[in-house]
């Protein structure tokens, strides 16, 4: 008997972080700077009201797209704080976290052999999800553009095929906010060639020096996603709430599919994701000064190990280049684990244009930090 | 006040004990600089001394010391309302903390000593001997659950899984 599965699905090749994470998992003792969430428990007054709501009894489904007053609470934050404007009705829903967001937007919009554009290094999810919904992802290289998307660059690989860009600022791993000025370019090109914009900006709230809302650009709601949640700014991982604003055709559709394969995001998430947006903005206000202060600190000391590493300005991770010590970023990651039990994320996990790189994430304590980067920088001199 | 000395302010509240150096790189400026925001914050006396967040319950258990909550209902004097009062009751070593307040008293205590006579005795001899004092109500602290923002015995946090993309 022979048993075959989806082809698609096995050309996949298997996450590069999955490996890496098996060995971690196997470690003692370790300080692990390779985790991609907040350091925060998600702030006491909204896990209190999910069990306010619990206890009331919410335990059934609600509606596909999300309570509606889940929703326009989301869409009035938005106004408040990005200058976005949207329908909770018709142009926002409620996902299981941006990762479903990503998955049924691609399904939404690919017919097979469509391109997406997915700038690199950036985030693991983009091209397993855009190769299973029958596109192909088409890589920009960021990396010497100190990993901001390039238009010039971005318009040499259009074709009469692309069919999306994906955009994600402040960025996961690089920490890099794309200035207006680019997303404006990139506005440009998307209204001159007619591709949309999948924006994803689930670390929109965690910048410190700026930020702008590519949604917010005039005139690009019509060819525009946006896909954010709750994971990092209100500390609400494992939550698993996310949303996607756009034009009702492309919400209408997601929703269509979500219908299926979801039904509805979890009813206790979307009561604490109420809370959360009427009650606890200056909770998020709290944890991004405390994120700043770590990156400012955390940046300096491996600049002085001996580890390159640009100032990102925004979510809570650094890039460093790890070129000058001849190693691979897996060779790099896996040697100062065994070596100094300090677990770091190999760069090679977000894209072959990331191969050189290391990512860390600064939301952990400030001894810990001290700690790793002293190990670093054992770790580095005992490479010469 | 400034940014920067918000900074400084947050950074010294959750550990009274960071170097200068820590909180220079911490803000972005030299060490010189955060030396002198330091300074100029204890100079002006926004940073009025350098503690310690103690589980109480546990020092007090192995040094015999009791605390108390007392309220107190004062009449003010003619000319100056409640200061002279306050500072009288305030001198007192047995009084740790000392607010005015609103409500049905006027003074809430915080109030500390070797044991339940110590604190008795500081309310009949010293307290409510005081002219203009006419009345007060003792609370003694049995347990503490939080002190100054910080839980005590708070349950071990989950850990997180150590590689996440």
Known sequence: MSIEFSRVLDQIPPSGIRKFFDLVIGSKDIISLGVGEPDFVTPWGIREEAIATLEQGATSYT???????????????????????????????????????????????????????????????????????????????????????????????????????????????????????????????????????????????????????????????????????????????????????????????????????????????????IEALKHNLKAVEEMRKSYLLRRNFFVKKLNEAGLPTPMPSGAFYTFSSIKHTGLSSEEFALNLLKKERVAVVPGNAFGVCAEGYIRCCYATDMDQLKEAVLRIKRFIKGLK | MTKHEQEVLSLLKNNARISVEDIADSIGVTTATAKKLVKKLENDHTIIRYTTVINEDKMNAECGKVKALIEVRVRPEKSRGFTGIAKRIARHPNVIDHYLISGQYDFLLIVEGKNLEEISRFVSEKLASIENVQSTATHFIMKTYKEKSVLIDADDELERLAIQP
Request: include cysteine; aromatic fraction near 10%; charged fraction near 20%.
């Open chain 1, 63 to 273: 509606a596909n797209a999300g309570l509606l007053e889940c929703r326009e609470e989301i869409v009035r934050y938005l106004k408040e704080r990005f200058n976005l404007s949207y329908n909770a009705k018709t142009e926002t829903m409620l996902t299981v976290g941006v990762s479903e967001g990503v998955d049924i937007t691609m399904r939404a919009l690919l017919n097979p052999g469509d391109e997406v554009i997915i700038p690199e290094p950036g985030y693991v999810c983009y091209h397993p999800l855009v190769t299973l919904a029958g596109g192909v992802p088409i890589t920009l290289d960021t990396s010497a553009n100190h990993f901001i998307p390039d238009p010039k660059e971005l318009e040499k690989i259009i074709t009469p095929r692309t069919k999306a860009l994906v955009l994600c600022s402040p960025n996961n791993p690089t920490g890099v906010v794309i200035p207006k000025e680019t997303l404006e370019a990139i506005a440009a090109l998307s209204k001159k060639y007619k591709f949309w914009v999948i924006t994803d900006e689930i670390y929109a709230e965690l910048n410190y020096e700026g930020y702008t809302s590519y949604a917010s650009l005039p005139d690009v709601k019509d060819r525009t996603v946006l896909l954010s949640g709750f994971s990092k700014a209100f500390a609400m991982t494992g939550w698993r709430l996310g949303y996607i604003c756009g034009p009702e055709a492309l919400v209408s559709r997601t929703l269509k599919i979500h219908q299926y394969s979801a039904l509805c995001a979890p009813i206790i998430a979307q009561y604490a994701a």
